[in-house]
């Protein structure tokens, strides 16, 4: 039984502590990315909170300054005149922190006060008594100005007072700045808790993600690690639930193993086929040779024998050479190419087969023209060889031609002959190797089914094709179908056999 080589080497690499696996980098990946993505989040709703903290303190500020600033008329002289019930509210007349105390002050143009808020007075510490400075604060993220009056900080926002277009005075109102520190602290732990279980449970989700997408994986897995070219005909099962990558990787391996099984399929048959063609000679030349040992024979009887000998070893040396030449056009060795003339190849070979037709008293007749072809000359010749020897060896009686035709840019090797034909059942089966019809089996016609599975090969190497026609009674017809090329400068001779 033939194992598959490199399987526990494969094993033992993939298992090995420095290759980290797939759920653990992706984790390493990303990880790190959900984490700072989340602190980021976290960071930004944080920072959300905080600014609207600092502007819903002053929009309360922005509020106050629209309501007193409604309520301020100029009179006849064009002096200001703050009236109006807010200023009797409790937030305006104490300073107490549970009412939430607002510090108003009107100024006219001049910086003087015109009117303030009776809780000023009860600050222990000097009020200001004039307009504070004032800054333009951040689109994004409003600023609270503030100030100490009385042990407090205070922020305050100072707005001018407009009429026809001129600032006639100012409203300063102030109010004690609020704890948000407490407020975001709170927000902010709570926030970090959120983040620490999300990104826990985003990290739980993508380990049970990964987990599912190398489930099918380690299957494949198994299912490559167990099996041995006795398997070759199981197949990974591809369910329709699988990713597109899995089910790919899946359907790969399913085709490499159609591949394999097919190469191990040809490996095993063609070593049977070579083994009974090779051990039916054998035990022939070896039943000679302990005829021929038994007694003392005449020199003519031994010649005879040593002829035979001769004649069946020269059988199985062609079968060699066959396999040899298969076994490199299978594995794909390049070929050495150079312009062949198929017409001179052709007459070669009909003359070399000459002698074989006159003793069966076949006519073999060749009508050729110059056809340059790109090849390699030792195996296009031994592709017409084996077309003209077949022709040949099964035609009883009747006429052999040979033709090499260019035909619409494309060179035509064509071999015709009236013999036995094939029948419609083994057409299919011509180039397959050690096939033989069942006719040619039986009939007394030496070969071992190699010839036209070289030639097949042979043309498939030369990018080429074979054709066959055949009528069984009536002869049968080959062609070899090439590409041609312009004819040398120099024409090289044809390299004999």
């Known amino acids: ?12 690499e993939g298992s090995s502590p420095s290759r980290p696996s797939f ?35 002053v929009d309360v500020l922005q509020a106050e300054v629209i309501e007193v600033t409604a309520d301020i008329e100029s009179n006849e002289r064009g002096n200001l005149e703050a009236g109006g019930h807010e200023w009797e509210e409790v937030h305006h007349r104490l300073a107490n922190e549970r009412v939430d105390p607002v510090f108003v002050q009107v100024f006219d143009r001049y910086y003087r006060i015109i009117r303030a808020s009776a ?29 100490e009056a009385g042990g407090r900080t205070l922020y305050y926002l100072v707005e001018p007072i407009a009429r026809d277009g001129r600032t006639v005075g100012y409203v300063q109102v102030a109010r004690p700045l609020p704890e948000h520190g407490p407020v975001l602290r709170r927000y902010a732990a709570t926030l970090g808790l959120v983040i620490v279980l999300l990104f826990g449970g985003l990290l739980a989700l993508i380990g049970w993600a990964a987990g599912r997408v190398l489930r099918p994986l380690r299957s494949i897995i198994a299912f490559a690690e167990t099996t041995t070219s006795s398997d070759l005909g199981e197949r990974i099962d591809v369910p329709e639930m699988v990713d597109h990558e899995t089910a790919l990787l899946a359907r790969t391996i399913n085709d490499l193993l159609d591949r394999l099984e097919e190469s ?3 490996l095993r048959t063609f070593t049977s086929n070579a083994a009974h063609e090779l051990q039916t000679p054998l035990t022939v030349l070896q039943g000679h040779v302990e005829i021929a040992l038994r007694r003392s024979r005449s020199a003519e009887s031994y010649e005879s024998t040593l002829r035979l000998l001769d004649r069946r070893l020269g059988e199985m040396v062609r079968t060699v050479r066959a396999l040899l030449t298969l ?20 007459h070669e070979e009909v003359a070399a087969a000459q002698s074989q037709a006159d003793e069966k008293g076949l006519t073999l ?16 010749r031994e592709a017409a060889q084996n077309l003209v020897d077949n022709a040949v060896k099964y035609t009883e009686d009747g006429e052999v031609r040979v033709t090499v035709t260019e035909e619409e840019g494309r060179a035509i090797f064509r071999c015709r002959d009236n013999g036995m034909g094939i029948e419609k059942d083994d057409l299919p089966h011509v180039g397959a190797r050690f096939y033989r019809s069942q006719k040619a089996g039986t009939d007394d016609a030496e070969g071992s089914g190699l010839g036209l599975s070289l030639v097949r090969r042979i043309v ?10 055949s009528t069984p009674e009536k002869g049968s017809q080959f062609e070899i179908v090439l590409s041609t090329v312009p004819a040398p400068a120099s024409a090289p001779a044809v390299n004999a056999s």
């Open 23 to 57: 759920r653990r980098r992706l984790l390493t990946v990303v990880g790190p990315a959900l984490a700072g993505a989340l602190l980021l989040l976290g960071l930004l709703g944080w920072g959300a909170v905080y600014v609207a903290l600092q502007q819903g303190a």
């Open 327 to 346: 076994t490199r056009l299978d594995q794909g060795e390049e070929l050495s190419t150079e312009p062949v003339d198929l017409g001179t190849l052709a």
């Open 365 to 380: 007749t060749v009508d050729t023209d110059e056809v340059w072809v790109e090849g390699q000359p030792d195996l296009l």
């Open 264 to 266: 191990f399929e040809a």
């Open 119 to 147: 809780n000023i007075d009860s600050l222990s510490a000097r009020y200001p008594e004039q307009p504070l400075a004032t800054s333009r604060s951040s689109d994004w993220i409003p600023t609270l100005q503030t100030f």
């Open 1 to 12: 039984m033939i194992e598959l080589t490199g399987r526990s080497r494969s094993s033992d």
């Open 460 to 469: 498939e190497a030369h990018d080429g094709t074979l054709r066959v026609e």
